[in-house]
């Protein structure tokens, strides 16, 4: 997350599309029904590698926290001259106390499904705003799923 983006166009679709190809195994093992929303056509600039990764850990975190039956949906619309990524479960949920802080370096929610060390979530956003962007949660609450926003700009003047 130190490294400094290398930016280059990238197709949308193809990004949503490798990072769902990257987690697929994972949700099928476990039930979760994993899908792709509206996507829309067009490119972003920005660093491959990096928004993959972005991409792939809130997936792989909205799988970890959705139980068996549940589902997953990444979605990728434009908003205000932005891109927003969407990753969208129906998983166990955000208690609002910890909305902000699970950007947090090694910040876990209590009682929440473990597997990792609390690193994903302040790596991703250290790249969103390495990018020029912003990540954000959003939950109805706890046993409501949860909704992880990515807004970037769609060029990027660093490229």
């Keep these: 997350g130190t490294a400094s983006p290398k930016y280059h166009p990238l197709k949308i679709g193809t990004l949503v599309k490798s990072a769902l190809d990257g987690v697929r195994a994972e949700a ?49 619309e434009q908003k205000d001259g932005n891109i927003a990524l969407t990753v969208r479960d129906t998983g166990a949920g955000i208690p609002a106390a910890y909305l902000e802080s699970i950007f947090e370096r090694f910040t876990q929610v209590p009682g929440a499904t473990r597997g990792g060390a609390g690193l994903g979530l302040s790596l991703a956003r250290s790249i969103v705003q390495a990018h020029g962007g912003e990540i954000r949660a959003e ?3 706890e046993g409501m799923g949860s909704t992880f926003i990515v807004t970037l700009p769609q060029e990027n003047s660093n490229g």
């Design 28 to 76: 099928e093992a476990k039930g979760v029904s994993l899908s792709m929303g509206t996507v829309i056509e067009g490119s972003l600039s920005g660093d491959q590698g990096q928004l993959l990764r972005v991409l792939t850990n809130l997936l792989g975190n909205a799988i970890r926290h959705t139980p068996a039956g549940g589902s997953v949906t990444v979605s990728a």
């Design 139 to 141: 939950s109805e609450g």
